[in-house]
């Protein structure tokens, strides 16, 4: 699954399972499910579909019940039948493409088949069949007629609606097929499946698999559209739409690929049309194995929980993370739709064909995913940046990960609502960096030829963490065992110290912790790789390494090349000095932003001052990097709004426009031709002096809102949303109509989500008030509301009157909450920094419990302490800081 990310300063857990979401516990076994036939009715209009199913399996021993998973099933009959040994093995590659299905008539094989009675455990959500004469060991078909629901919640079958209609679409990781077909839903029970779809004459079908068959019937104004049988995949993957999709169309390797939306919105697939046809050919050779089935279709979804979903051969996304104007889209969100294509692309190896044996190695397919989402687009575009990006990202994953209520990589789990909460930063971002770390560490090729060994031993089966790392090791000849099973069952960031350089100097290790406070105390093995030697480990226990120097004139130490380490590094304090020295010089982006992020968490630590951490920022002040820029200028914005009290906010603006203003305007307009960062850099650097009320650029950010609102394309298209973002805060109501008007008209998704986050930018109470209220209104889809909830709760001037409002209106969040929203406010609102809210916080959601987020809170209730400490041991050094800057 690609997580969706739209309030950009969360970093929440982003956790599904629902509001009291029932526990579930794993099948009793002793069955084994090889074959599903399914015909599945659906009426969009009443909400409601019937299905038909047979379901193939192999008893181990003879047995008078059968228990699989069934959720708000309703069933109508269960028969069992009694079949021959099979001889077809439908997993066969010759089988796999557009072969009719094997098929059985069921009345003619044994003419005596049981009636089952059925019991339903809503809390376990499994059903279970009896039979009165024992099933006998051996193939046994199940005939099951039942009828389900259409839900709204954006889980298993659910309904998303446009202005226009309805369409029918599915959502099943990680527990939800059971709600649209009786199944043994858990990964390790793979099976080859055959859909069926019953529509309306009008509409039409996607599902995994090419359509082999196309008839009317059998009901009047009705056709029945047959898909080609799926290779052997998990129930979580099974997927299928429903409605009048538009498609575009193209190939990659002799596979068909389509890019498709609503019939509106099909102008905007081609871009990633073009970026799935590159990234499957980069797959095919990478793998060494060839994308397994004869289509991949990518489907933009109306209403989508996350961001993309990597169902086998049928990818869905949230419609903003895969629709974008090929010719005129800002490059930002093509990077974005890029990532997420390549994202679940890279599923379709990691994950679909190789599949984690339990959800507890949830991480083998998104660490890899989140690795893959920027390796492989980084090779089509080398120069959109895709490095600094990680390097960005690690720094905010490591920062997460270094508090208390942190966990292992791998850690154990049992119910849908623990599985839901696996789906968060650990097990994406931390994952990802620690893949890319080994793969730094023993090298590119050797690291590719190790994956390939490992799908190759798996494929169409199931695997663990150890098969992974015992395949690199055994194909690399280093230890991969010992620092993957180390960072993977570890909790928290190393950090490491070092105390010298030369032969044989002091370096330490222990687990960092963000705020200061003792944690529970753990080691790693880690690759340590200096900037100009190769790569060390450093095991536990070990206290010397040999600690090289830069050859450079003003030689200095970085121990961590390219940034590829997931560590934080500390250095004796005469390093200090001449490692900021050489941050221009001597490190390259990612490194600076490594460096900027050791710095920032030390100083949370209590182990330097925001002071030095700002000598550091206005070290890289013209940084041409626009990524080293913001990681400078976004933390010196978090020192203006957490740290500072208002009059020292004032003068820290004043320094931000002295130091920043004249590299601004060195930068001149948009030209011709202009490289990414370039224009990224303009960007960033408006947006920040706008923050800081530089009046010449709160003057251009109203002249380029009043251009936008009148219809005129700006110069520079990657300006328009800073732009309206400093407009809005002085803001009037005219201006709040205008942008809720584009957020419900724009045909762009893009655009249509800019302008519905700009109204969070007003800070007037009556137009908060106004915001508040039409996110919970049926004019805000459920999947876009938690995020408006959630921007006010971060925002300094609003988040005292979206508390009240969430506080007072919990009924209606709650209505109007899809299975992860409820999570997400919880993770929002550990943006307070007063002992006061802390408390109400707490109380509140013990008093509210919200499914799958007993982690997330626990990490709001620490983010709050987090904060008041950091004020109350940094405000003094600020201000000594602030006294020392001289004047203008
Ligand atoms: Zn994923």
């Known amino acids: 699954m690609g997580l969706w990310r739209g309030v950009a300063a969360a970093g929440v857990v982003l956790a599904a399972g629902g509001l009291g979401a029932a526990q579930a516990q794993r099948l009793p076994g002793g069955v084994t499910p090889e074959h599903y036939a399914l015909t599945i009715t659906p009426d969009l209009a009443k909400a409601r579909f019937a299905g038909s199913e047979t379901i193939e399996l192999v008893l181990d021993k003879p047995a008078t019940t059968i228990t699989l998973n069934a959720a708000e099933i309703e069933f109508v009959s269960v028969k069992a ?38 019991a339903l455990d809503g809390r376990k959500e499994q059903a279970t069949f009896t039979f009165a004469t024992p099933l006998p060991a051996g193939p046994v078909a199940l005939q099951i007629e039942y009828t389900g629901i ?28 059971r709600r649209a077909f009786p199944c043994f839903d858990e990964p390790a029970l793979k099976a080859t499946f055959n859909v069926s779809l019953v529509v309306d004459a009008g509409d039409t079908a996607i599902s995994n698999t090419k359509i082999v068959s196309d008839a009317p019937g059998p009901a009047a104004g009705k056709h029945t559209i047959a898909f080609a049988p799926t290779p052997k995949m998990s129930t979580y993957l099974v997927a299928w739409l429903v409605g009048d999709f538009k498609c575009t169309e193209g190939k990659s390797d002799g596979v068909a690929i389509r890019a498709c939306a609503t019939p509106d919105k099909v102008g905007l697939t081609q871009f990633a049309l073009d970026a799935a046809k590159w990234d499957l050919h980069y797959y095919d050779k990478y793998f060494r194995i060839k994308y397994p089935l004869a289509k991949l279709d990518l489907i933009a979804v109306p209403d989508f929980e996350e961001g993309a979903m990597e169902n086998f051969g049928c990818i869905t996304f949230r419609e903003t993370e895969m629709l974008v104007d090929a010719r005129n889209g800002a490059l930002p969100a093509k990077k974005e739709v890029a990532e997420t294509v390549a994202h679940e692309m890279s599923h379709q190896w990691f994950g679909d064909l190789v599949t984690p044996e339990w959800w507890d190695n949830l991480w083998l397919n998104e660490g890899f995913a989140t690795w893959m989402e920027t390796k492989a687009p980084a090779k089509w575009q080398p120069k959109w940046g895709y490095a600094q990006d990680v390097a960005q990202d690690k720094n905010r994953t490591m920062d997460e990960d270094a508090g208390p209520n942190t966990r292992a990589i791998r850690t154990q789990v049992e119910t849908p609502a623990e599985i839901d909460e696996l789906f968060d930063d650990i097990a994406y971002g931390k994952a990802g960096a620690v893949i890319a770390m080994v793969e730094n560490w023993v090298g590119e090729e050797t690291f590719r030829k190790g994956v390939q060994a490992y799908l190759a031993a798996h494929l169409y089966g199931n695997a663990q963490g150890e098969d992974f790392w015992e395949t690199q090791a055994r194909v690399s000849g280093l230890p991969v065992d010992k620092v993957m099973q180390s960072f993977v069952d570890t909790r928290g960031v190393p950090l490491l110290t070092i105390a010298g350089v030369g032969a044989g100097a002091p370096v330490t290790q222990q687990r960092f912790s963000i705020s200061g406070s003792p944690l529970a105390a ?17 095991g536990p226990g070990q206290t010397t390494l040999d600690v090289p120097v830069t050859s450079s004139d003003h030689p200095f130490v970085n121990a961590n090349a390219e940034d590829k380490g997931y560590y934080r590094t500390a250095y004796a304090a005469d390093q200090w000095q001449p490692i900021v020295a050489n941050a221009e010089a ?22 330097g001052t925001v002071g030095e951490f700002l000598d550091l920022a206005l070290a890289v002040k013209q940084d041409p990097s626009a990524a080293v820029m913001e990681s400078a200028l976004g933390r010196v914005r978090t020192i203006a709004s957490r740290i500072a009290t208002a009059a020292d906010r004032e003068r820290l603006e004043a320094v931000v426009r002295r130091e920043w203003g004249p590299v601004y305007a060195a930068l001149g307009g948009p030209r011709r031709h202009e490289t990414y960062d370039h224009a990224q850099l303009r960007e960033t650097l408006f947006e920040a002096l706008g923050d800081a009320r530089d009046p010449a650029v709160l003057a251009e950010a109203q002249g380029l809102a009043k251009q936008l609102f ?79 909830i959630a921007l006010l709760l971060e925002g300094r001037e609003t988040q005292d009157q979206a508390w009240e409002f969430v506080t007072q209106h919990w009924a209606e969040i709650e209505r109007k909450s899809t299975a992860g929203s409820g999570a997400r406010i919880v993770g929002a609102a550990g943006s307070f920094c007063t002992a006061e809210k802390r408390d109400q916080v707490n109380q509140f959601f013990q008093e509210h419990r919200v499914g799958s987020s007993r982690r997330t809170l626990a990490r709001s209730i620490d983010s709050i302490d987090d904060c008041i400490r950091l004020r109350a041991a940094q405000e003094p050094e600020l201000r000594q800081w602030l006294d020392r800057q001289a004047p203008q």
């Open 81 to 118: 039948y009694r079949l021959p040994a099979v001889d077809i093995d439908v997993n066969l590659p010759k089988n796999r493409k557009d072969l009719p299905p094997p098929r059985y008539d069921l009345t003619k094989l044994d003419k005596d088949p049981q009636t089952a009675t059925v």
């Open 150 to 177: 259409i839900n709204s919640r954006l889980r298993g079958f659910y309904l998303s609606k446009t202005k226009l209609r309805s369409y029918g679409v599915t959502q099943f990781e990680a527990t939800d097929a």
């Open 522 to 538: 753990e080691t790693w093995t880690i690759p340590v790789c200096f900037k100009t030697a190769p790569c060390r480990l450093l």
């Open 586 to 607: 001597g490190l390259t982006p990612p490194e600076r932003i490594g460096l900027l992020g050791d710095r920032w968490a030390l100083m949370r630590a209590g182990r």
């Open 710 to 788: 009148a219809g005129q394309k700006l110069a520079d298209p990657m300006m328009a949303d800073a732009a309206v973002a400093l407009a809005t805060a002085n803001g009037d109501v005219a201006m709040y109509e205008r942008l809720q008007q584009v957020s419900q008209t724009a045909t762009d998704p893009d655009l249509k989500l800019a302008a519905l986050h700009a109204l969070t930018g007003f800070h007037a109470p009556a137009l908060v008030k106004r915001t508040l209220e039409y996110a919970v209104s049926n004019d805000v889809r459920s999947q876009d509301s938690w995020a408006l």
